[in-house]
């Protein structure tokens, strides 16, 4: 029996490659999730409560409970082994029959980081890439209950600082067009990332793209302007205005490069930059 559960980009549990189809309600996935994630720790069945019904009383949010967890029990079917409750608690016992991304992804990060320490920028692109591969969203994006939150920025802020470190490792070897779907990643995380459009902008314009370039901060100032009712920053400006002005075509060189207001520093390849 293989239970593959997926939260990262959107929500699907499948048993043995068949899909859980009575796992279906918005308030059973919830408790399905909030449990996966604290996998191996016992929940008290009074916080789960009071954390799925905050408002009723204690009798009638345990009660509540109470069906919650049979109803789920139905829905695992055959997985429901991985269920362990007793009168005070729940929990969620992972066992290696049990793949879930999220884990899976924390894994990938720490070999990744581990590889970086060493300093084989071959290794750490890999490696930083299998990270980056797993994480294909948001933490449940179907999820809105305020618990989730933090852990959903802590995820895509680890996916964020792995996916610029890939970057400025592709970028130092100038391979521009390689590093392009990796900020677009990027930006798939956190849309308002000005960062991360300027790095998409500059990208384009040293290959040579920039109607590309251009699009890119047309998307970046729709996306602010939807999301934070606001406009880009000076630095976005001021790059959207050279890539717009140059008339020469866009080389990788050094200095071409520092002016198109690179906020990367170069990572390896130090003879080479040099000549």
């Known amino acids: 029996m293989k239970l593959h559960v997926r939260l990262l980009g959107q929500f699907d549990a499948a048993l043995n490659g068949r899909h859980l189809s009575k796992l279906t309600a918005a308030r059973l996935q919830t408790l399905f999730v909030y449990l996966v994630l604290h996998a191996n720790a016992p929940q008290s069945r009074s916080h789960l409560a009071f954390l799925f019904w905050p408002d009723a009383g204690e009798s009638n949010a345990r009660n509540n409970l ?3 967890l049979h109803q789920l ?29 999220v884990i899976a992804f924390e ?28 994480c294909a969203g948001p933490l449940v994006p179907s999820c809105y209950d305020e618990w989730i939150s933090a852990e959903r920025d802590r995820l ?23 590093a392009l779907p990796y900020v677009k990643h990027w930006i798939k995380h956190d849309t308002t990332d000005e960062e991360a459009y300027r790095c998409l ?8 793209d920039r109607a590309a370039a251009l699009h890119a901060f047309r998307e970046c100032c729709e996306a602010l302007q939807r999301e934070l009712e606001t406009g880009p920053s000076e630095s976005t400006l001021r790059l959207h205005d050279r890539i717009k002005a140059e008339d020469q075509t866009i080389t990788g060189d050094a200095h071409q490069r520092h002016a198109l207001g690179s906020g990367l520093p170069l990572v390896g390849r130090v003879d080479e930059w040099r000549a």
């Open 107 to 134: 894994e990938a990060l720490a070999k990744a980081e581990a590889v970086k320490a060493s300093g084989d920028a071959s290794l750490g692109q890999a490696a930083s890439k299998r990270a980056i591969d797993l």
């Open 66 to 68: 109470r069906q919650l």
């Open 201 to 208: 902008m500059r990208l384009c314009a040293l290959c040579n």
């Open 156 to 178: 895509a802020h680890r996916c964020t600082q792995t996916v610029r470190h890939l970057v400025q490792l592709i970028e130092s070897a100038r391979d521009y067009k390689t």
């Open 73 to 101: 029990r139905e829905a695992l079917g055959e997985a429901q082994g991985f269920l362990c409750t007793t009168a005070t608690s729940v929990q969620w016992e992972l066992r290696e029959s049990c793949y879930v991304d």
